[in-house]
């Protein structure tokens, strides 16, 4: 069965740090780019940022709110992908949901891959989410 | 960058259909899109990807009762014969220039 657990969160003084981790099961992890989302209480669905398969070169794109402060990793010996979160205010109070995201349109040679000229990211796998609360 | 439009809300009677749009902003209709829904006090779940041709790939276990369509700039999700748990919350998203964008999410309600 193909599975996305989150976990790591809690609550936290404005201003400190907190690692989240999503463990992935039932697929090929290191094949797979992996993004973070977060759902404030009683609000939409935000992308958080997200991080290549390592092919792909397992770099990492991050939403305007959130950079300089978060940092996407991932660990393909563990299939585990994390989410470190520095400077938390308290607009970042959320809850926190990984996903697997599966390329559509990229391509392998013998010695690189690449995305394409119209390559589609689409989140196909959800975690249950972590609460993350950050108040004094 | 792609905008996502999304009516806030919709309902339809038990047993019968209805048809939720995402709207495309100018420029950017021949994007694909995905739907997810977000049952309540649950997580998120991915339903389909959709492409401006109108075809659609499932998720693993989305009822026969989902499809999608699409026309021009519009992206369509219809659930047929509604259950009472198909009261949720739809999101779009699509994927443009390294960043995921969001429709606001259409609640719908089954009456």
């Known amino acids: 069965e193909v599975q996305l657990v989150e976990s790591g969160g809690g609550l936290v003084q404005p201003g400190r740090s907190l690692r989240l981790s999503c463990t992935a099961s039932?697929?090929?992890?290191?094949?797979?780019?992996m993004s973070w989302l977060r759902q404030a209480p009683g609000k939409g669905l935000e992308w958080v940022g997200f991080?290549?398969?390592?092919?792909?070169?397992?770099?990492?794109e991050y939403a305007a709110s959130v950079k300089g402060r978060f940092s996407i990793s991932r660990d393909d010996s563990k299939s585990i992908a994390y989410l470190q979160m520095n400077s938390l205010k308290t607009e970042d109070t959320a809850v926190y949901y990984c996903?697997?995201?599966?390329?559509?349109?990229?391509?392998?040679?013998?010695?690189?891959?690449?995305?394409?000229?119209?390559?589609?990211?689409?989140?196909?796998?959800w975690g249950q989410g972590t609460t993350v609360t950050v108040s004094s | 960058q792609p905008v996502l439009t999304q009516s806030s809300s919709a309902s339809a009677s038990l047993g019968s259909s209805v048809k939720l749009t995402c709207t495309l902003n100018?420029?950017?209709?021949?994007?694909?899109i995905a739907w997810h829904q977000q049952q309540p006090g649950k997580a998120p779940r991915y339903l389909m990807k959709?492409?401006?041709?109108?075809?659609?790939n499932k998720g693993s276990g989305v009822p026969d009762r989902f499809s999608g369509s699409s026309s021009g700039a519009d992206r369509y999700l219809t659930i047929s014969n509604l259950q009472s748990e198909d009261e949720a919350d739809y999101y779009c998203?699509?994927?443009?220039?390294?960043?995921?964008?969001f429709g606001g999410g259409t609640k719908l309600t089954v009456l």
């Open positions: 996903t697997r995201d599966t390329l559509y349109g990229g391509y392998c040679t013998s010695t690189s891959c690449y995305e394409g000229s119209y390559y589609y990211y689409n989140m196909d796998v």
């Open positions: 039932g697929f090929t992890f290191g094949d797979s780019a």
């Open positions: 991080i290549r398969s390592k092919p792909f070169g397992g770099t990492t």
């Open positions: 100018s420029g950017h209709s021949s994007y694909i």
């Open positions: 959709l492409e401006s041709s109108g075809s659609y």
């Open positions: 998203a699509t994927w443009d220039s390294n960043t995921r964008v």
